[in-house]
T-cell receptor, first 111, second 114 residues
Framework: KQEVTQIPAALSVPEGENLVLNCSFTDSAIYNLQWFRQDPGKGLTSLLLIQSSQREQTSGRLNASLDKSSGRSTLYIAASQPGDSATYLC??????????FGKGITLSVRP | DAGITQSPRHKVTETGTPVTLRCHQTENHRYMYWYRQDPGHGLRLIHYSYGVKDTDKGEVSDGYSVSRSKTEDFLLTLESATSSQTSVYFCAITRSSGTGGEAFFGQGTRLTVV
């Protein structure tokens, strides 16, 4: 059974800091890995999708990497801003197209 | 937003009553999913569908059933609602192919069972 872990559960940083959010998964037989953002009381917004054959994806200040063999992904946020405060979730797509989620990292960026 | 609409957005119901949540998509994607999100548990898959009348169970399917008679609609039914089913329910679709496509989510339905 696939398990996805995100540690720590919460993170608080000062504005302007570069930061890395980690995601690990137990079964390397995945089709892709996706990072989402969720604001309180809202739905999930897709940030980046990395196919299993890719090593990284970039969008603006966000960069996600994937090391499938070691079961790890990182989301790098450059020059963090208070508007980046949210919960960040990673999910992997495995057999039968099922997505398995981590529990998320709640990020707070202090002005 | 991939054209996903969930209805209702909020519902309060009594224990023992049946409840149906609707997910509607406008882009004819093959794969559709129902998840529930609870504090401490994250998002858990209830059921998913890979085509009209083709559905399968997720990890927390007990007490739930689904139906998909049209490509655009995926219905989740709580056959006899219990307080443990109080949760936020999300519908999702996978764009492009099911194996490598990007997932998009609806805005969620907040269900309270009293």
């Amino acid at each position: 059974k696939q398990e996805v872990t995100q540690i720590p559960a919460a993170l608080s940083v000062p504005e302007g800091e570069n930061l890395v959010l980690n995601c690990s998964f137990t079964d390397s037989a995945i089709y892709n890995l996706q990072w989402f953002r969720q604001d309180p009381g809202k739905g999930l917004t897709s940030l980046l999708l990395i196919q299993s054959s890719q090593r990284e994806q970039t969008s603006g200040r966000l960069n996600a990497s994937l090391d499938k063999s070691s079961g790890r992904s990182t989301l790098y946020i450059a020059a963090s801003q208070p508007g980046d405060s949210a919960t960040y979730l990673c999910a992997v797509t495995g057999a039968n197209s099922k997505l398995t989620f981590g529990k998320g990292i709640t990020l707070s960026v202090r002005p | 937003d991939a054209g996903i609409t969930q209805s209702p957005r909020h519902k309060v119901t009594e224990t023992g009553t049946p409840v149906t949540l609707r997910c509607h998509q406008t882009e004819n994607h093959r794969y559709m999913y129902w998840y529930r999100q609870d504090p401490g548990h994250g998002l858990r898959l209830i059921h998913y569908s890979y085509g009209v009348k083709d559905t399968d169970k997720g990890e927390v399917s007990d007490g739930y059933s689904v139906s998909r008679s049209k490509t655009e609609d995926f219905l989740l039914t709580l056959e006899s609602a219990t307080s443990s089913q109080t949760s936020v329910y999300f519908c999702a679709i996978t764009r492009s192919s099911g194996t490598g496509g990007e997932a998009f989510f609806g805005q969620g339905t907040r269900l309270t069972v009293v």
